[in-house]
């Protein structure tokens, strides 16, 4: 873990970086803690992405960033999002939100899409407080008194005792990064009183059900099955038909329940990391699809243009035809069940099967294999989520490779494919 910082507006904000050691897959990941949080409750979540470049931000007034006395609204918490993905060359991350983060992360993948892959809300609010309960009644429930400690040792007490059997010493820098000395000494959290009722009002009034259908790729709802002991049946209840209502507007949005309270990232990191993995191979087959599409827009006599190089006679339509119908099949690829006895599988024949598929898609125009890109990363994603990533392949070319290692390689090819295109497209 290295850690860095960056500046926007005179407000210096720290953030937490972790790189693999090896070959980087992209999309990075973006990760963006809750509030009274701070960037190290993703440090036990970044261990189970090692092929991935992870940053968390420590959003401001939070772990080690500054604490100017205003500026919470969400665009403003938004604009920092954006300048830390800009800055430190995330290109278009897969963004992941926890409770508070949860609609920054929206909010950013709406109104800059081009810095957002893809969205993975983890037990953030799917739909307004304002439909459920009055300002005052928020308020009231939102904002329990600040704890202050006499020492660390305290805090991290009573941080072990609310985590219980999720507790572990690696938690103790997290605690530490939440809190500043208190003016009548001990230690308090990095907050105040004046700052956290700006962020909950702001936060009170967002309408996040009016955004998720402007998302650009895979979204992820990654919520908490468990509540706090007396929890009123109707907050189950209301917590259920949010998440139903964001499927019903993006009916390609995944949702996973998690057996965990509301710290997710802290209580169930490996099965959360697990789920933004198969969230970000999604986002990057989202990604192609949606360059395809920017390129199906070209008109004219451009895709009768051969494509060299290839070995396989192509023009530049059935070459997007090839990468139309490789997005396509794979679904049918992912859930392909292994061998019996784990013997080897069926041979595959890439030029029969090649042929096959473009001789089907002959008559479609290029806006029509676009778009059957976008529906197949939309599966692929559906399909993932029902597939131990670390299980083999049981179909196509990479048969026997686990299954993240074949998308990833499927993702080269594809990647090398669409080049292609676009040079033969004169495209930059």
């Not at 990191?269 to 191979?281: G, K």
Request: glycine share 10%; net charge negative; proline share 7%.
């Amino acid at each position: 873990m290295d850690e860095g910082w960056i500046e926007r507006d005179g407000v210096r904000l720290h953030y937490l970086e972790w790189r693999p050691a090896g070959p980087q897959r992209e999309p990075a990941v973006f990760l963006l803690h809750g509030l009274s949080s701070n960037a190290r409750a993703w440090e036990r979540v970044a261990a189970h992405l090692p092929d991935r470049r992870v940053v968390a931000l420590d959003q401001r007034s939070h772990g080690l960033s500054d604490r100017p006395a205003s500026g919470y609204t969400i665009d403003e918490v938004v604009a920092d999002a954006a300048h830390a993905v800009r800055e430190l060359g995330l290109g278009r991350p897969l963004v992941a939100g926890h409770s508070w983060g949860a609609p920054v992360a929206l909010s950013l993948a709406t109104t800059h899409p081009d810095l957002a892959g893809g969205l993975a809300v983890v037990d953030g609010g799917t739909t307004s407080f304002g439909r459920f309960m009055t300002w005052e009644q928020a308020a009231t429930r939102m904002q329990p008194p600040l704890p202050t400690y006499r020492d660390l040792a305290e805090a991290v007490a009573a941080q072990a005792a609310f985590l219980g059997g999720s507790w572990d010493a690696d938690l103790e820098g997290f605690v530490r990064a939440g809190l500043v000395e208190a003016p009548e000494g001990g230690l308090t959290s990095t907050l105040t009183s004046e700052v956290r009722r700006e962020i909950l009002r702001d936060l009170y009034d967002f309408q996040p059900e009016l955004l998720f259908a402007e998302v650009l790729g895979p979204i992820l709802l990654a919520m908490a099955g468990v509540l706090w002991p007396g929890a009123p049946a109707e907050v189950v209840e209301q917590r259920r038909r949010s998440v139903d209502e964001v499927r019903e507007l993006r009916p390609d949005a995944q949702v996973r329940w998690y057996e965990s309270l509301h710290d997710v990232p802290l209580i169930t990191p490996a099965e959360l990391a697990a789920d933004l993995e198969r969230t970000a191979i999604a986002a990057a087959f989202s990604s192609l699809a949606r360059e395809t599409e920017a390129l199906a827009a070209i008109h004219g006599s451009v895709w009768t243009r051969p494509v060299h190089g290839d070995g396989e006679g192509w023009d530049v339509r059935e070459l997007l035809a090839h990468l139309s119908s490789t997005q396509a099949a794979l679904p049918a690829v992912i859930a392909a069940p292994r061998p019996a006895g784990g013997g080897p599988s069926a041979p595959f024949d890439p030029n029969r099967w090649n042929a096959s598929q473009i001789r089907r898609r002959v008559e479609r125009r290029p806006a029509e294999l676009a778009e059957e890109m976008r529906r197949g990363a939309e599966q692929v994603h559906a399909t993932l989520m029902a597939a131990d990533l670390g299980g083999a392949t049981g179909a196509g070319p990479y048969a026997g490779l686990p299954i993240g290692e074949a998308m990833e390689a499927m993702l080269g090819h594809q990647r090398h494919h669409l080049a292609e295109m676009r040079s033969v497209l004169s495209v930059s």
